[in-house]
């Protein structure tokens, strides 16, 4: 191996196979975020019934999964949970016992009592689960590019026989005997893979190609596979099971999922809508209706049909299948939330929905307490009032001042969409997506009145404003100055392009702080003709702020929160990160506790602490090198330093997404990483020991 310097004052590491640019990116930490609570209340991303009793059901929420009384189809009650340690990805049931994959981890539960799923085994895994399946004493895990493959036998001691490489997660398997079909989703070689089981030890692999390049889901209607690929339904003749031959194409919008019910297909469509098929003849599948309402998949138990839309599952009245039911009720449990409120230890969850009002009087347990029936991608607490962006159905006021009950006392509707709204002074100022900008006086919350708007006929999305100044994003074009001095008349008088996206703004000082992929820094100091600084601040994809003081928090939606201190607004200093978190959408403050919003996974309640003078700085605790392996495609990571806790890795790509998580007993001097399966390009590799954290920036060339 050879080390030669570089201008910039890195190293280049050269190996046999590839080569390593190291770039540190270093976190002076004097303070530690602690998480003292959680309401792990999230996306409904998996359901199912019960086999022997079509009452009981069983949720995925966040890290819940809910024991659900179906009774009442349309109004389920909570029975019973069980709560896991990150997020349930995807659980099955398989007599009387339920897989639950939590990330890197199997949890087992015993159902004999199936309203109290009894945990008896946690068994650690190579790869993130994505999707579990179940097939002839086989358990089959997708994820990491690979399809694991267990003896399930012993029911509880899943042992692991086989490992398929895949490439792509496998998002959905089909069983013919000996044949397993697997979709690929998007592939590069628009691909089904056919693999033969009747040799474990020399496992066969064949492809289907095909000219679409999603292909999502797979399943057998005999003697017939059904493939859901980007604009059709293809139908396969299984005769040769080795290889399916393709007997017919129905173009159809794009497919996510296909549920088979007797004769009945449910496909969940592209455009928010859900086919129904009559497939009594397999080869010659008849539409029978639309069902408008977007899912992922569905889960049939009829005559209802429950959506999963990754918020609220919808429910569908099919007795009339010629005239389905677009929607009779709504289920939430949870729901992916975009935002969030506090007043008066209250705090108000925004989803695409619901409005979930939750007290957080003890912080370490938070609580539901109602639900408001309103829609929100965003909201603004001001005083005994919050103000709700409700998208189609325009904008909402809500009294406060009891937080326990809020109360709609104003609803209004706009041309098109309001996607952000921002409260100063007493003036509501709105952006409405297509209908421009618009501007209220809210003295009276009951009955706002519209003062003045502006619009280009284009896309406003995000709001700031600096008195009587408005930035307001302008999808795909950039920021607009807009002087506001008299409301009824906005004139613009300045423009920065910007070709990608905001998602928040906060200003600070002399400075607007732009949430975009990688945070940027106005000068503000003339508002009206604000000047780009061109400093990028974080590496990631930063969806909102908050401010307190000189202290800048920052969501990242793939890596947590990020803690920044501004004792020089133009070089932010990086002095705390949470990343046990997986899709961060909003952040609050309130006194010294910190929400933090997960779209995925709930409410996270944090606290800034302060780490004693004699382990202040994290690089003397963690350090750690990265070195090549020559001749092989590995990394090394040694430790410099002695830890005294479990150490935590994760890796992330130039995205920010997580491609790699593990956690290493206190005693591990060196780590072992095999780069083989990653494309060339940046990744973040972050050691986590205790709530400290050192990261290294790495460009993988191949």
């Not at 474990?200 to 690929?229: K, Q």
């Not at 604000?530 to 990242?556: A, E, H, M």
Request: net charge negative; glycine share 6%; proline share 5%.
């Amino acid at each position: 191996m050879k080390t030669k310097a570089c201008s910039s004052g890195y190293h280049i590491l050269i190996g046999a196979i590839f080569f390593i640019l190291l770039l540190p990116i270093e976190i002076d930490g004097q303070v530690n975020l602690e998480s003292i609570g959680r309401w792990a209340y999230g996306q409904q991303r998996d359901m199912s019934f019960h086999p022997e009793d079509s009452t009981l059901g069983y949720i995925a929420s966040g890290a819940n999964l809910i024991v659900a009384d179906f009774s009442d189809p349309l109004s389920p009650e909570e029975i019973y949970k069980v709560t896991v340690e990150k997020i349930i990805d995807h659980f099955i049931l398989v007599d009387h016992y339920l897989y639950v994959g939590d990330r890197y981890t199997l949890r087992i539960y015993d159902i004999t009592d199936a309203w109290q799923p009894a945990l008896i085994k946690t068994l650690p895994l190579g790869d993130q689960v994505i999707r579990l399946f179940y097939d002839n004493d086989r358990l089959f895990q997708a994820g990491g590019g690979n399809l694991t493959i267990y003896d399930l036998e012993d029911r509880t001691s899943p042992e692991r026989i086989g490992v398929v490489e895949t490439v792509s997660n496998l998002p959905d398997l089909a069983f013919n005997g000996e044949y397993i079909y697997g979709s690929t989703g998007k592939s590069s070689d628009s691909t089904i893979l056919v693999i033969n089981m009747s040799e474990l030890d020399s496992l066969t692999i064949g492809r289907i190609h095909f000219s679409s390049d999603y292909l999502n889901t797979v399943e057998i209607v005999a003697p017939y596979l059904y493939v859901g690929g980007r604009d059709s339904l293809y139908i396969l003749n299984m005769s040769e099971p080795a290889s399916p031959q393709l007997e017919k194409t129905i173009y159809t919008d794009w497919l996510y999922d296909i549920e088979i019910t007797g004769n009945l297909a449910f496909f969940s469509a592209q455009g928010n809508r859900i086919k129904i098929y009559d497939i009594t003849d397999h080869l010659n599948p008849f539409l029978i209706s639309n069902i408008r309402g977007s899912a992922s998949r569905t889960v049939a138990a009829l005559p209802y049909l429950f959506s999963l839309t990754g918020g609220p599952i919808q429910v569908h009245d099919l007795s009339d299948l010629q005239n389905p039911d677009a929607e009779v009720a709504l289920i939430t449990f949870g729901a992916s939330y975009n935002d969030i409120g506090i007043k008066d230890q209250h705090a108000l969850l925004a989803s695409y929905d619901v409005v979930i009002n939750l007290d957080v009087a003890d912080p370490s347990q938070p609580v539901r307490f109602s639900t408001l029936e309103v829609p929100a991608t965003h909201l603004a607490v001001t005083g005994n009032y919050c103000y709700f962006a409700n998208r189609w159905n325009g904008w909402s006021i809500a009294n406060i001042s009891d937080a326990s009950h809020p109360v709609i006392i104003s609803s209004l509707t706009t041309a098109d969409r309001v996607e952000q709204i921002r409260i100063d002074d007493h003036y509501a100022y709105l952006a409405d997506w297509g209908g421009g900008i618009h501007i209220y006086d809210v003295s009276d919350p009951t009955n706002p009145q519209a003062l003045g708007s502006y619009s280009t006929g284009r896309d406003f999305q995000e709001l700031a404003i600096v008195d009587p100044f408005i930035y307001a994003f302008e999808r795909q074009y950039g920021l607009k100055v807009i002087d506001a001095s008299d409301k009824s008349n906005p004139v613009v008088v300045d423009s920065i392009p910007y070709p990608g996206f905001i998602e928040d703004m906060i200003q600070y000082e002399n400075y607007l702080y732009l949430a975009t992929s990688g945070g940027r820094i106005l000068d503000i100091s003339e508002p009206a003709h604000p000047v780009d600084l061109g400093i990028q601040f974080s590496w990631w994809t930063n969806p909102s702020f908050d401010l307190r003081n000189d202290t800048l928090y920052v969501t990242d939606r793939n890596n947590g929160l990020m803690v920044y201190k501004l004792a020089d607004p133009l070089a932010p200093e990086l002095i705390a990160q949470f990343t046990q978190i997986y899709r961060a959408s909003a952040v609050k403050v309130d006194g010294d506790l910190i929400y933090l919003v997960d779209e995925v996974a709930g409410l996270f309640v944090l606290k800034l602490e302060a780490i004693s003078t004699a382990v202040s700085r994290i690089n003397d605790l963690i350090q750690f090198e990265v070195f090549p392996v020559p001749g092989y495609q590995f990394i090394n990571l040694t430790l410099k330093s002695p830890v005294t806790a479990d150490v935590k890795l994760i890796m992330q790509n130039q995205l920010g997404i997580m491609v790699r998580e593990d956690t290493f007993p206190p005693e591990i001097s060196s780590i072992r990483l095999d780069m083989s399966r990653h494309a060339a390009g940046s990744y973040f590799i972050t050691l986590i020991n205790g709530g400290l954290h050192r990261t290294e920036k790495i460009i993988l060339v191949k």
